[in-house]
């Protein structure tokens, strides 16, 4: 892996999230060091077991981290089996995650993994790991713990000749030329990470896959990522193939568990089978961003929306992202029910403070989960002062969010 370093760190990707995303590129270790999070056994059926580890380790129970893990046995000796998995035993993963991302060394990391194709040609491979598959489809479809994901690029010389982005049970592929590349840095690749399911695009858009309906909006510009590098064994936990969360397949055919390890993947030991395994899809229109309207009052979020005239099936859920600059803590979304309910105002308990700058982006779901647009509303402090202007927000009134502005502004950074 040494020998390869450079040219992993040459070609490292930069990720641009969905103005929607509440999950980010993470560090491994997130899963491993959340309080509460279990190791165990589980049966043929999915029946957990006996404890392994645990990273909030009860009398008797060993301590679970990324230093734990290993194949064909973990750190203390004890045989790997099949069907061994980390699990959360506690279902508020948005809370969880910011919680973690408040603490340093866990933000914002990617791992590179150099391999060899069966006929010898070099890929480089990109791994990202996510706490959780926020996939917001009728009945819950496609939610999941813990999120693997990767793209890899194809080395001819001293370059990139092909790239390969993952989705789902899916990839594409695209020719270097045709890859998108960072503004003054060409070898830099975009990936476009897709609103919750976290799949890996070329462009932004609305993407319709096997089973999945799939936004990539590109509003809400990555922060750099921290690049680290693994090998088929090195760091041990690497080579480590259990799950990534205990989700199990609940509607065969469209669903999806908790994710194995990467080096549980084909193209893992074979980069080239992803590439006979890729396709190039065809991109098509979102359904149109909501007509909202964002409020303060008594310090916590209102938004109104009005639905009525809109074309195709009637949203069932608004999906509402805050984020603010001046709080340097990571976006965060919520989910409404509004099924039925062509026009209303939802009262949320999100807290606003008076003093600072917000950005919140709202995009609507309907019964089969095909994701819109999003509106972005931009609102200032509560009496912040705009070239001798002074802006007042009184506790009902409305900041009205435009579909004019729906691509308009970028948003924040998640930090």
Known sequence: MADHEAVLRRFQPRLVYDSNEAFFADSAAEWTDNPGNVLRRYGPRGEPGEVIAAATPGPGERQLSLDFLGHPHYADGTP???????????????????????????????????????????????????????????????????????????????????????????????????????????????????????????????HETEAWYDIADGRRP??????????????????????????????????????PGPCAHAQWSDPGWLLEHSRTPTARKAAPAPEVAIARDRGQMHVAYDFTGRPGPDPCSLVVTVNSVDDHLPPRTFTFGVEGAVAGTVATRLPLNDAQHYDVYVSVTDASGRPSASTLTMLDPVGERHGGRLVVLPRLGYVVAGVRARFGRQGRTPG
């Open 222 to 259: 990555g922060p750099p990522l921290r690049l680290e590098l693994i090998d088929d064994a090195s760091p041990p936990w690497a080579a480590w193939p259990g799950r990534w969360g205990d989700t199990p397949v609940r509607f065969s055919g469209i669903d999806q568990p908790s994710p």
């Open 80 to 206: 790997y089996r099949e069907g061994d998995a980390i699990g959360d035993p506690r279902r508020n993963y948005r809370d969880q995650c910011v919680a973690l991302r408040r603490q340093p060394g866990y933000r914002n990391t990617i791992y590179g993994h150099a391999k060899e194709d069966s006929a010898g040609r070099l890929w480089l491979q990109y791994w990202f790991w996510y706490f959780f598959n926020d996939y917001h489809l009728a009945g819950g479809i496609g939610l999941h713990e813990g999120d693997w994901e990767m793209m890899q690029l194809r080395l001819r010389d001293d370059a990139p000749d092909v790239a390969v982005y993952a989705q789902h049970r899916w990839a594409e592929r695209r020719s270097w030329d045709k890859v998108e590349r960072a503004e003054g840095s060409p070898d830099t690749p975009l990936v476009y990470v897709a609103r919750g399911s976290h799949a890996s695009y070329f462009t932004v858009g609305y």
